[in-house]
């Protein structure tokens, strides 16, 4: 999967990944698509008040995931981009392997990770069972 620069100058969040690539992006997207994104901005913009930081600054997140990850969720949150295509089963796995870390995935984001992850179901569907059900119940 290319990278899609997220680099809008009227964002209100930046992730920056474990390989220190940030994505500038709008935190509204984010935390639509998962309670555990909505939860980490109330706790950075209390961080921010704290520091007495610009309100209309944007927050920056230190993310445990490489950009890679940080990629197709930030893609897939983000409701008006196509949703983000995997050149391989391979590729789409570390996304996987986080999704229940910051699931429950919510409506519009939900869909658009089932559509990424459909050509997989569709041509390896054993293959992709036996590795989602690795992960334990719940998501995906």
Same mark, same amino acid.
């Given at each position: 999967? %290319?990278?899609?620069? !997220? /680099? *809008?100058?009227?964002? /209100?969040? #930046? ?8 994505? +500038? ?9 998962? +309670?555990? !994104?909505?939860?980490?901005?109330? #706790? ?9 930081? /610009?309100?209309?600054?944007?927050? &920056? @997140? ?16 983000? %409701?008006f981009l196509p ?5 391989? !089963?391979? #590729?789409? *796995? ?6 229940? *870390? ?11 990770? &089932?559509?990424?992850? &459909?050509? !997989?179901l569709r041509n &390896?569907?054993?293959? @992709?069972?036996?590795? @989602? ?6 998501? %995906?």
């Amino acid at each position: 999967m %290319p990278l899609i620069p !997220f /680099n *809008k100058p009227f964002v /209100n969040i #930046v992730l920056r990944s474990s390989d220190g690539i940030e994505f +500038h992006t709008l935190q509204s997207y984010l935390a639509d698509a998962s +309670h555990v !994104f909505a939860d980490m901005f109330v #706790v950075v913009e209390e961080r921010a008040a704290q520091h007495h930081r /610009n309100p209309n600054a944007a927050k &920056e @997140v230190d993310m445990q995931e490489t950009a890679d990850v940080i990629q197709a969720l930030v893609s897939i949150s983000h %409701p008006f981009l196509p949703p983000p295509t995997f050149a391989s !089963f391979d #590729v789409i *796995k570390p996304f996987l392997d986080i999704w229940p *870390k910051y699931g429950p995935w919510l409506g519009v984001a939900r869909r658009r990770a &089932e559509i990424a992850l &459909e050509p !997989f179901l569709r041509n &390896e569907p054993l293959r @992709v069972y036996a590795y @989602v059900a690795r992960l334990g119940p719940g998501e %995906p």
